[in-house]
Each structure stands twice: as structure tokens, then as C-alpha cells.
């Protein structure tokens, strides 16, 4: 699909003011066309910043993996209540339409106006909104592939079971799902809204699971001139996959020919892990001590065998009281030397939920969200890595844990989430 | 929800026997083309032949092949079509913003399709009189495509609107029978408060409770004091179920209860004679069972509106059954517009009211589990299942608009 064929969200904006709006491009709806007729060419679009423009929605993977990234996410799982396919084969196909349009800045379905007496199909909040770079993820998790809709033969090898970690504090209510839907944009309305449509979309066929939202991207798609930090305070994310480096998104990310399940080819596996942070004890620690765990100094983010950010970490480097980057320290055993030259692309995000009911103390940490094309060999062992030394591992807690199969992307309009699953 | 697949399942055998009735409809048209050149063979031979085949009605397909896409929008695959038993068959190969297909005469909904997302085909039956009709793609350029549907007339009484005036009577008849029984259990009330018997009054409270759930949102407009909770009135005017419900629950008195179950039965009464003069169109029995419904999330199944006596599931099941019967009465004529929908309705009240079932709880005068003792998980189950109801209805509300 090469324009938005649906109602411009910002057309509609246009108008309710009166015609101070956008050129609604294409489509066939009176609102629409009264805009395009009202609004004259000079003042259409009147801001069009990157943040707030499309991502292609069609491709050969999904958006919203190696698509840079943007500034919130509202994550959800959802758990299918019928036991009827065909219902499950519909609703991917609606999530499928509505994604199109949102991902476009578009409202969901038909021209709102056109039945006085329906409701609208699109709940409105977003009404007047850029696209703002949304992007919309759908994943299968390991319950869709149980006996109720008789997949257990398409499950593929790689979509296993996460294996309990050690330092594992994991709500159930908080993790799983039959469905995995990730919804990123540069505005969190938009992302809501998107969310919101879906779980609306659902209902009587599926119901939210659990939801999490998160701000202020972690990693994602390697920015060379700008690495943001965590909630430690600390750069995070200098040695993720950088951008359009293809030899790794094959290497790394996306499941080529190796795959025992033709349906995921241009796939890829996604694991959600929400790891609190105990920030309280963390911003009682010394600075030596915190440069120490993670094995970086905190202004500069250098490693502490290097000067600058993206100075090469050195694990052999010895200092007087053995080595510079201690051997429980956070860098040395995630880094791709330690684990067999393996690499996941991470695209988190920091999360808050308010106060912790028990203790007062702030509910907050990583929304870690990682793509890769095999976590037998990626996640799993750095992570068990990670949880079995990680100097880390004192200031945090794996509080939820997800893993879904992503389906490549879809090829154009009436190709649907998991058709070649399905069919 | 096993009620809900075998519905489900049906529903595809209509789609595939739509599949095969496009093929019939080629068949048909192939012979009709046919027809047309034997006609002109047969005009140079006998002349009896040709008049005979000449005076042949022109073969009329009962299948309406609707394609949908984003380059054409919505069509049809001819203008006329028979009357009678009319299958509707949709194919939305790529537009994104139909997910619906609508059979219209005039204002009037005859048939629809939902649930058709670009991708996917669908189908929906309708009996159609002779008549000029629009098929409605909403979403679609050029959504309104005009069609003839040509032949026999059908014989009065079996038509929608027919159905649909059938509904209204039939529901409003419901209406009267619980109004009825409101004022019976308030009386019961009475007779049990003056008496001093607690347990009677307790059972006459949930019975009176039962009544009143079923039919609140059609009586609500006339009279609502009678399910006024505290601070909602000031306390001098506080009166009705939950004043009741607090001397008796609470306070654990009768003491003084009397006379306002006094007040109680005479306001039961005024509803009763009221509710019998209300005239029930279609689209108000959508809204009294959307009401029904999602009041249930601001109240009930909070356990709000049983604050003292915890019978909060009573009300949540005689708000279904009412919404319920609501459908029931709506059926016959929604099953007509749009089968699909309708057994996802049946399914979605079929499995709520198994869910329901699950807290049924003999020694509680309420008949139901306390609400005070479900568990955080249990009472989501409800609401989800609550939730499930209402959307299709939300859906069909709009289908039946008088």
C-alpha cells in the first residue's frame, strides 16, 4: 500500500477546527475530501518532524525490531478465552487492518460519521495526532502452540520454555500470554491508544493479560552519537547491534534457513524480562563500587580499561588487585567475548509503576525487551551467565518473564499477523 | 467455551455452503449465457421454440458476490437478484477499513456480515421481499451500492419488522411479570420485618432484589430512590433496598424496618403500574440490556451495590438475566441480520452464565456466593466475561434501530 487509504487522523483534526488542517491523502471519505477541499495546499502539514512520521507498517520483517527506537513503549499480552481458530485467524486479521492504519496515522475501520447509531470503530484519543513513528510488534507465546487450536506441530524448536534463573522473583500474572503485542511510539498516547484498540479489538475472543509501560528507550538500534542511560544512572546499550548493520540483524536477529518452521522465516524471537531495580540501595553505593559492577566509569561511560565511551573493552586488562573490569562485573559477562561471540538487540525501556505497596520504596527498573533469532543460544546462557555471577544481581530482580515467536512482516493489505502459521 | 465453538463451527459450514452456492451462481449464469445463444439459434427455426424461451423470466442469481478492495472499493457482482432466501458471500481481498458488510431497505437493516477483515471472506443469509436495497460497505470507497431484489412478494407477518415489533411485546411482558414479582417480595419483606423474622426477611430482601436486578434500567427513568445508597440521599430522605439492607445486614435490627419496607412496597407498586405503560421499541431493549450490563462494572462488581449483606453476585445474575432476556427477545429478528453476531451473543450469555453458575451457593439467601469472598482473580473472570457480552451487543444495539 503506497498512501493512507483510510481517514487521516490529522484530517479529521482539520476538520473540527474548520479547515486549518492537513491534506488528507487519498481515500474515499466525504470527511476526508471536505478537508483536502477546505484546506489549502500551503498549510498542509503544518509539522512534520521525524518523531512524528510513519514507519512502513508492510515489509519483509515487522517494524518496531530493527526500526531505531522511539520513545515509549506500551507493552501487552493477551490470552485467547475462545477455542475456535477461526476466531483467533479473524482477530489476527483485524489487529492486522488497524494496525496498518494506526502505524499510518490513521483511525481504525470507517469514517466515524457514517453510522449515527454504531459506535465508532476507533476509540478517538488519538484523533489529531502524528503517526509518531508507532510501531506495532505481534508475537505468539508457547500456550498458543498448546491443544487448543491444534498448532502443537507448527511450535517451533526455538520457542522454548525460559528456564528459571536463580535470581528469579517472577509474578506469572506479570509474564506469559498467548499473544504479545509491543507498541512503540514517539508519543505515549499514541501507543495507548494502540493497545487499547487491540485489547477492544479482542474482546470475547481474548483479554489482557498483563500490560507494561515504559519511557525513555534503554538501547534499542545503536544511535553512534548518543547513548542514553538507565536508571542507574548509567550509558547503557554502546555495544548493542548498530544501525543497518545487516550482517548482524542475519547473524543475530532475524530466523533465516536454519528454522525447523517455515512460517517464522524473517522472524524473530522476543524475550520481555521486567527487571526491578532496587534504586534505593543502588544510590546509597559509592561510585567506585557501582563503576565496579557495571565495569564502566558513570560520567563518561568509558570503559574502566578505556578513556571513552566507545573505547574497546578490555577483559584481559590486569589492574594492581587483579582485573581492571572485575570478573563479576555486569560488562564482562554480558559481552559478546564472554558468551561465545553471541549478541542479542536489545530494545528496552525504563519503567516506573509508582510506589511499592510493601516497602514505599519506588517501583521501577528495566522493561528489558530483546530480539534475536535463537534464545537457546543467546538469552539462555547469557543470562544464565548473568544471573549466576552478576555483581549486578544485588540491586535487581527479574520480575516478569515472556518470550513470543515473531512472525516475519506482512506483505501488503489482506496479509495478515501469522497467516503462513494458520494456513 | 464450548457452547461458542459449536456455533462458531456451524457458522463456517454456512460460509462453505456459500462457497458452493458461488459456484452454483457461476453455473447458473454459464447457463444463462447459454440460453441466450440457443435463443438466437433458435429464431431462425421453430418459432414456438423461440417464443417459449423468449417468455422465460431472466435467471436471477439468490447468491450477492460482494467484493471488497481498496482500488474498487465495494461491489457487486449484479444488480438484480431474486427474492426470497438470499445468500450474501464477502470477499474483502485488501481494505483495511471494512470489516463489515450491511444489506439496507431504506433505513431499515436487513442482513450483515461483521468481522470481515481485509483477507478474509464471510456470509450472511437473509430472507428479502422484493424491493430497492443498498449494500453497505462502511469503511469502503463508494460504500453504497444499489441492488434490486425482483420476484414473489413474502406474506406479511414474516417480515423484520414483524419480528422486530414482536420483540418489544414480548419483552415488555417480561417487564410486567418482574414488576409483579417486585412488589409480591416486598410485601413478603413487609409481612417478615413486622413479624420480627430475620431469616424470612433476609430471603424476601434477595428475592425482591432478584425482581428489581432484572428490569432496574427500564424502571430507573420513573423511580430512582428505590436503589438509593447511603449518601446518595440525605439521611432523614434515605429510603428504599439499601436502607433495608443496612438495618437488616448491618445493624442486624428489624426494629422500625416495617415501615420502610411500607414505603418500599408502595414505590413497587407505582413502578409496576408505570413499567406496564412504557412502550418498548427495539433499540430500548438493546440499551436496558447494555445498561443491564455495564452498570455491573460501577457497582456490583465492585461489591457496591450490596454494601452490607454481600449479595452483590445476586444482582450481577439478575442483571443478566435480564439483559438476557432482552436478547432472547431480540433474537428471532437479529438471527435474521446478522446469524453470525447472534450466535457469538448466545455464546458469550451462554458461557457468562455458566461462569455465574460456578458461585451458586444454596445456604446464602442470596443464592449466590458473598461477594466479599471471591478472590481478585475470580472477580476478573466475571468482569471479562461481563466484557465479552458487551461488546457484541454494543454491536448489535446498532443493528436494530427502529
Not at chain 2, 447511603?230 to 436502607?243: I, T, V
Not at chain 2, 471471591?374 to 471479562?384: I, K, N, P, R, Y
Request: glycine residues 12%; contains cysteine.
Amino acid at each position: 500500500m503506497t498512501g493512507p487509504s483510510g481517514p487521516s487522523r490529522r484530517g479529521f483534526l482539520g476538520a473540527a477546527l474548520g479547515g486549518i488542517g492537513v491534506v488528507a491523502a487519498g481515500g474515499g471519505y466525504g470527511i476526508a475530501r471536505a478537508t483536502a477541499e477546505s484546506a489549502p495546499p500551503q498549510q498542509a502539514v503544518a509539522t512534520a518532524p521525524k518523531a512524528g512520521g510513519v514507519v512502513p507498517f508492510y515489509g519483509e520483517h515487522q517494524a518496531g525490531i530493527a526500526t531505531p527506537s522511539q520513545d515509549r513503549v506500551v507493552f501487552a499480552a493477551f490470552d485467547l478465552t475462545t477455542h475456535d481458530v477461526e476466531a483467533v485467524k479473524t482477530l489476527l486479521g483485524a489487529w492486522s487492518a488497524a494496525a496498518a492504519q494506526m502505524t499510518a496515522g490513521q483511525l481504525i475501520g470507517a469514517d466515524p460519521e457514517a453510522q449515527a447509531e454504531a459506535p465508532p470503530t476507533d476509540t478517538g484519543e488519538a484523533l489529531g495526532l502524528p503517526a509518531s513513528q508507532l510501531t506495532i510488534t505481534v508475537g505468539f507465546g508457547p500456550s498458543l502452540f498448546d491443544k487448543r487450536f491444534g498448532l502443537g506441530a507448527r511450535r517451533p524448536a526455538a520457542l522454548v520454555d525460559i528456564p528459571a534463573f536463580p535470581t528469579d522473583a517472577l509474578d506469572p500474572a506479570r509474564g506469559g500470554g498467548d499473544l504479545g503485542v509491543q507498541a512503540c511510539a514517539n508519543d505515549p498516547m499514541v501507543a495507548f491508544h494502540a493497545i487499547r484498540n487491540f485489547t477492544r479489538i479482542a474482546r470475547g475472543t481474548a483479554v489482557l493479560r498483563w500490560s507494561q509501560q515504559g519511557f525513555g528507550k534503554t538501547s534499542g538500534i545503536a544511535d553512534p552519537n548518543f547513548t542514553g542511560r538507565n536508571l542507574m544512572g548509567f550509558i547503557d546499550g554502546t555495544n548493542n547491534i548498530a544501525p543497518k548493520a545487516d550482517i548482524d540483524l542475519n547473524a543475530f536477529v532475524w530466523v533465516g534457513d536454519e528454522t525447523d518452521q517455515a512460517w517464522m522465516h524473517g522472524g524473530s524471537y522476543l524475550v520481555s524480562r521486567r527487571i526491578r531495580m532496587h534504586i534505593e540501595a543502588w544510590d546509597a553505593d559509592g561510585i567506585a563500587d557501582q563503576e565496579g559492577v557495571i565495569g564502566r566509569r558513570k560520567d563518561s561511560g568509558a570503559p574502566l580499561t578505556g578513556a571513552h565511551e566507545h573505547d574497546t573493552v578490555d577483559l584481559a586488562a590486569a589492574g594492581p588487585n587483579g582485573p581492571l573490569i572485575p570478573v563479576d562485573a555486569h560488562i564482562r559477562l554480558a559481552a559478546p567475548a564472554t558468551n561465545g561471540g553471541q549478541k542479542i538487540l536489545r530494545r528496552g525501556y525504563h519503567f516506573t509503576d509508582g510506589a511499592d505497596p510493601l516497602t514505599g520504596q519506588i517501583d521501577a527498573g528495566l522493561f528489558f525487551l530483546a530480539y534475536q533469532k535463537d534464545v537457546r543460544k543467546q538469552f539462555i546462557p547469557i543470562q544464565k551467565r548473568l544471573s549466576g555471577s552478576d555483581a549486578l544481581n544485588e540491586y535487581i530482580r527479574h520480575t516478569s518473564s515472556g518470550i513470543f515467536a515473531v512472525p516475519p512482516g506482512l506483505r501488503g493489505p489482506g496479509d495478515w499477523y501469522g497467516q503462513a502459521l494458520f494456513s | 467455551m464450548p457452547g461458542e465453538s459449536l456455533v462458531r463451527h456451524s457458522a463456517r459450514r454456512t460460509a462453505l455452503r456459500g462457497v458452493a452456492a458461488i459456484g452454483a451462481a457461476a453455473l447458473v449464469i454459464t447457463t444463462g449465457a447459454a440460453c441466450s445463444n440457443s435463443r438466437t439459434t433458435a429464431r431462425g427455426g421453430d418459432p414456438a421454440a423461440a417464443n417459449q424461451v423468449g417468455d422465460l423470466p431472466p435467471v436471477l442469481s439468490h447468491t450477492v458476490a460482494v467484493t471488497v478492495s481498496s482500488a474498487r472499493g465495494c461491489q457487486a457482482d449484479h444488480t438484480t437478484y431474486a427474492a426470497g432466501e438470499l445468500l450474501v458471500s464477502i470477499t474483502n481481498q485488501d481494505a483495511l477499513g471494512v470489516s463489515a458488510v450491511q444489506l439496507r431497505n431504506g433505513a431499515q437493516l436487513v442482513g450483515e456480515r461483521a468481522d470481515v477483515p481485509a483477507g478474509f471472506t464471510g456470509s450472511f443469509a437473509v430472507t428479502a421481499p422484493p424491493g430497492t436495497y443498498t449494500l453497505f460497505c462502511p469503511g469502503a470507497a463508494g460504500a453504497h451500492v444499489p441492488i434490486r431484489i425482483v420476484g414473489a412478494s413474502m406474506p406479511a407477518g414474516s417480515t423484520l419488522q414483524a419480528l422486530l415489533d414482536r420483540a418489544g411485546a414480548g419483552y415488555g411482558k417480561y417487564v410486567g411479570t418482574q414488576a409483579g414479582n417486585l412488589v409480591t417480595a416486598a410485601t413478603a419483606l413487609h409481612t417478615a420485618l413486622a413479624h420480627g423474622s430475620t431469616a424470612a426477611a433476609k430471603s424476601a430482601y434477595a428475592r425482591a432484589r432478584s425482581a428489581y436486578g432484572r428490569i432496574a434500567t427500564i424502571t430507573e427513568p420513573f423511580d430512582d430512590e428505590i436503589n438509593a445508597h447511603a449518601g446518595e440521599e440525605s439521611a432523614a430522605d434515605w429510603n428504599g433496598f439499601h436502607r433495608i439492607e443496612k438495618g437488616l445486614f448491618e445493624q442486624k435490627v428489624t426494629t422500625g424496618l416495617a415501615g420502610q419496607a411500607t414505603w418500599l412496597v408502595e414505590h413497587a407498586r407505582k413502578l409496576k403500574s408505570l413499567a406496564a405503560k412504557v412502550p418498548l421499541g427495539p433499540d430500548d431493549l438493546t440499551h436496558a440490556a447494555m445498561d443491564l450490563l455495564t452498570g455491573l462494572f460501577r457497582s456490583a462488581l465492585l461489591g457496591e451495590e450490596e454494601p452490607y449483606s454481600h449479595y452483590d453476585l445476586l444482582d450481577v445474575a439478575a442483571n443478566v438475566a435480564g439483559a438476557q432476556q432482552s436478547f432472547v427477545s431480540l433474537q428471532p429478528a437479529l438471527q435474521r441480520i446478522d446469524p453470525m453476531l447472534t450466535a457469538r451473543l448466545a455464546g458469550s450469555f451462554s458461557s457468562l452464565v455458566t461462569l455465574l453458575h460456578k458461585y451458586r451457593c444454596s445456604w446464602m439467601p442470596s443464592g449466590y456466593d458473598p461477594f466479599d469472598q471471591l478472590t481478585d482473580a475470580q472477580v476478573t473472570g466475571l468482569s471479562q466475561a461481563v466484557q465479552a457480552v458487551v461488546e457484541p451487543l454494543s454491536m448489535a444495539a446498532s443493528l436494530v434501530v427502529s
